[in-house]
């Protein structure tokens, strides 16, 4: 083993690049894929179900019917 972290989040997970995407109740959280530190999180309204990557953005749908676009700054 790695490294092994809490994480509340567990209802859907992606790893895109050394990112490790979490989702779950009301939040997305982003790991370091390489010791499992917590880089960065966002709030969503519901739990978030699905993750996916594409063109430098992070997408999230949640059970409330929301879908959220994330990007770097």
Avoid at 48 to 73: E, N, Q
């Amino acid at each position: 083993m790695l490294w092994r972290v809490p994480c509340n989040q567990s209802d859907s997970l992606i790893l895109a690049g050394d990112t490790l995407f979490a989702g779950g109740n009301n939040e997305i959280v982003a790991f370091a894929a390489s010791d499992g530190k917590r880089v960065w999180s966002a709030p969503v309204n519901g739990a978030a179900m699905g993750i996916a990557v594409a063109h430098g953005r992070l997408l999230v749908s949640t059970d409330k019917g929301t879908i959220y676009c994330f990007g770097a700054k």
